[in-house]
């Protein structure tokens, strides 16, 4: 007979789910900064002609590599770490210490972005703010609602992370540790 996980664990393994598949879906755009820079110079150098809107794009596509696969990079332990201790710790004591980086250093931060960047993007959003560009993009408020992806994905990313954390730290979780070498 097979037990179902426990529903907090189960909540942190979706939040995991959504922020992987939102990561992959982020990361094909790559695929598209290339290409479209690519078309954008062939077009100005090659062509004399410019591509405003394409360019935009690709800007747009570009916060979102970045913004929109933030949590998954977090998720993956993928972020530059700088810490000559963390890698010889036990995983139970890395669990402690990436708890309480969540706890005192990633929810406020977030918490404090989404809170300052508010306006901002609610602004856009009353006006259906568009580029100010001839051949722009209609859609700078949906550009500048990417800051609250990132605000959101990460918040959701750092509950799951806490989760799995006091599972770890109460032994109800195998620790894994992490080590970059």
């Not at 094909?28 to 410019?50: E, N």
Request: net charge positive; with cysteine.
């Amino acid at each position: 007979m097979t037990t179902s996980p426990p529903p907090l664990l189960s909540i942190a393994r979706l939040i995991d789910s959504i922020n992987t598949w939102l990561g992959k879906a982020c990361a094909w755009l790559t695929l598209f900064l290339v290409l479209g820079t690519a078309i954008v110079v062939v077009l100005r150098y090659g062509f004399g002609i410019g591509a405003t809107a394409l360019q935009e794009a690709v800007l747009y596509a570009h916060a979102l590599v970045f913004m929109g696969a933030a949590a998954w990079v977090l998720q993956c332990n993928g972020h530059v770490r700088v810490d000559i201790f963390y890698q010889k710790f036990s995983g139970r004591r890395q669990a402690l210490i990436d708890g309480l980086g969540t706890l005192l250093f990633l929810l406020p931060v977030c918490l404090f972005l989404g809170w300052a960047s508010w306006d901002y993007v609610s602004n856009s959003w009353a006006t259906l703010e568009g580029s100010s560009e001839s051949g722009g993009l209609k859609f700078v408020y949906l550009q500048k609602s990417i800051i609250l992806v990132l605000v959101f994905s990460l918040v959701l990313q750092g509950i799951a992370n806490l989760i799995k954390s006091a599972y770890i730290l109460t032994g109800r979780l195998p620790a894994v540790e992490v080590t970059h070498g």
